[in-house]
T-cell receptor, first 114, second 110 residues
Framework: DVKVTQSSRYLVKRTGEKVFLECVQD?????MFWYRQDPGLGLRLIYF???????EKGDIPEGYSVSREKKERFSLILESASTNQTSMYLC?????????????FGQGTRLTVV | DAKTTQPPSMDCAEGRAANLPCNHS???????VYWYRQIHSQGPQYIIH???NNETNEMASLIITEDRKSSTLILPHATLRDTAVYYC???????????FGQGTRLTINP
């Protein structure tokens, strides 16, 4: 059974803390993605990676960075957490697009910054 | 990627067919139509995709109009477990990312 696993379902951090959100996939996918989801705004792409050590900015990269040192792991980093980064964070992975690409999502991490 | 327009919410009775519309009037020839759904407190789940022909799988059917400017996702016998937000996405073949809109919140009523 395919799996995208996010390290935490719920996380509470203080303003100014450095926060790491981890995502691991076991499907040997080249592509990995980080989204955030907020009420009324839907899912918005933060960053994606199409290979180890490769990354591209999505629609809302400000305040975030990412790391992809191994194919199966994609980390989202909040360098200095702020309250406006309180959100649901979703990781996804997929093969590179051929005819089509189904993306698989993790269960999400609900981050609260206080 | 072309934008999509979906109704914000819909209701359907359990056991009936749920028909979810999507407008994508600016779709171009190399863009596929994808549908995902998100059940409460879970990540989105792929349902089906198509280019211009109608498609069917074990979850749903996808009907794309001949001019490809709109499509309909059909859940033939909706159950309470089909209550979710349904996203219609158009995506260029070869594009690496999915861009989600607001989706349709489908409620299946007993």
């Amino acid at each position: 059974d395919v799996k995208v696993t996010q390290s935490s379902r719920y996380l509470v951090k203080r303003t100014g803390e450095k926060v790491f959100l981890e995502c691991v996939q076991d499907m040997d996918h080249e592509n990995m993605f980080w989204y955030r989801q907020d009420p009324g705004l839907g899912l918005r792409l933060i960053y994606f990676s199409y290979d180890v050590k490769m990354k591209e900015k999505g629609d809302i990269p400000e305040g975030y960075s990412v790391s992809r040192e191994k194919k199966e792991r994609f980390s989202l980093i909040l360098e200095s957490a702020s309250t406006n980064q309180t959100s649901m964070y979703l990781c996804a992975s997929s093969f590179p697009d051929r005819q089509y690409t189904e993306a698989f999502f993790g269960q999400g991490t609900r981050l609260t910054v206080v | 990627d072309a934008k999509t327009t979906q109704p914000p919410s819909m209701d359907c009775a359990e056991g009936r067919a749920a028909n979810l519309p999507c407008n994508h009037s600016t779709i171009s020839g190399n863009e596929y139509v994808y549908w995902y759904r998100q059940i409460h407190s879970q990540g989105p789940q792929y349902i089906i995709h198509g280019l211009k022909n109608n498609e069917t799988n074990e979850m749903a059917s996808l009907i794309i109009t001949e001019d490809r400017k709109s499509s309909t996702l059909i859940l033939p016998h909706a159950t309470l477990r089909d209550t979710a937000v349904y996203y219609c996405i158009v995506r260029v073949q070869g594009a690496q990312k999915l861009v989600f809109g607001q989706g349709t919140r489908l409620t299946i009523n007993p």
